[in-house]
């Protein structure tokens, strides 16, 4: 038998007090259909409801159809729901998610997503990969060789090398220059290689004033202090990470987690990567986490591939 937890959170357009969460806990996937669902519905904190389905709804909307007309008249107004751990409804939140509805209304009905542990378990069901440990094996593996492609680069002349050797002249007056500032490096140099915007990806602004994120669809807001944003590159005071124009949850001060969070978002929340940086993306998502999606490499991303693999 399934057994689902639910409370009712009210919206503010309705007088009832309903609150409402979602789990779902299943010791067989593979009976599910076969076995009865019980949900325990909380109308009110301390006052649960028993309701036995005799099988899983199709949508959230039957499933709230099904509890409005179960306990009338207590749930005459409207309600949503509320998503605390993804693996307990994954079936539904996908079927929310991929209808490609704003992203503050899906954490609104799913404020699990707003957890980092969540983003990654939810990466796993959708790609059956795990984002932490792939995402890191690879970058290690190929920031040497990355880092040296950048430094050949830099010597030559042109805007791009200008601004590579901006990045390297930084690196390289770094007291600590241990893992996580080569990767910090390697994340900043490679939309900037690849000839994209990197600007667009990694925004910057003072703590004390509001950042402007007017057609942001993605990006990794640094908050710097001080009269410059150069020492703020390895050593940030926090980072944001934006989603369609705001922030949406404050990520770890350290870059390669912050970004591997905001790559794990893209996926979690069926966003399409950015068009100004659609190239870099696809280079996170092809060499560093191995996903595959049967469509062949562009002219630079290709050439960039080659050399890392033809030393």
């Known amino acids: 038998m399934d057994l689902y937890t639910l409370f009712v959170s009210p919206l503010l357009s309705i007088k009832i007090n309903v609150f409402f969460f979602f789990f779902f806990f299943s010791r067989n996937q593979k009976m599910a259909a076969a076995q009865k669902h ?6 009110e904190r301390d006052t649960a409801l028993k309701l036995t ?8 909307e039957e499933l709230k159809e099904i509890i409005q007309e179960r306990f009338k008249p207590r749930l005459n107004g409207d309600f949503s729901l509320h998503y605390v751990l993804m693996d307990t409804t994954y079936a539904l939140c996908r079927q929310e998610i991929v209808g490609a509805p704003l992203v503050r209304d899906v954490v609104d009905r799913w404020p699990a997503l707003l957890m980092e542990s969540q983003v990654v378990a939810e990466f796993h069901r959708i790609k059956n990969v ?42 390289d007056i770094q007291e600590q220059r241990d893992v996580n500032t080569r990767w910090v490096l390697v994340l900043h140099a490679l939309p900037v290689y690849l000839r994209e915007d990197a600007s667009t990806l990694f925004r910057t602004c003072d703590s004390a004033d509001g950042p402007d994120l007017t057609d942001t669809p993605v990006a990794l807001l640094t908050v710097v202090t001080g009269d410059t944003t150069d020492s703020a590159l390895f050593s940030p005071e926090s980072i944001c990470i934006v ?7 404050n990520g770890p ?5 912050s970004f591997l969070l905001l790559f794990g978002y893209i996926y979690a929340l069926d966003l399409q990567y950015p068009k100004k940086l659609e190239l870099t993306f696809t280079f996170i998502q092809k060499v560093v986490m191995c996903l595959e999606d049967n469509k062949p ?13 033809n030393e």
């Open 243 to 249: 989603v369609e124009d705001e922030i949406l949850v």
């Open 130 to 171: 795990n984002l932490r440990t792939q995402f890191y094996k690879e970058l290690d593996r190929h920031t040497p060789r990355l880092i040296t492609l950048f430094r050949d680069k830099a010597i030559k002349t042109g805007k791009i090398a200008e601004e590579l050797a901006k990045l390297m002249r930084i690196y």
């Open 38 to 43: 019980v949900l325990h519905v909380y109308v």
């Open 253 to 257: 001060t350290n870059l390669a987690d």
């Open 53 to 60: 389905l005799l099988e899983r709804p199709k949508s959230v």
């Open 297 to 309: 490499l562009k002219g630079r991303l290709l050439m960039l591939k080659n050399d890392l693999f």
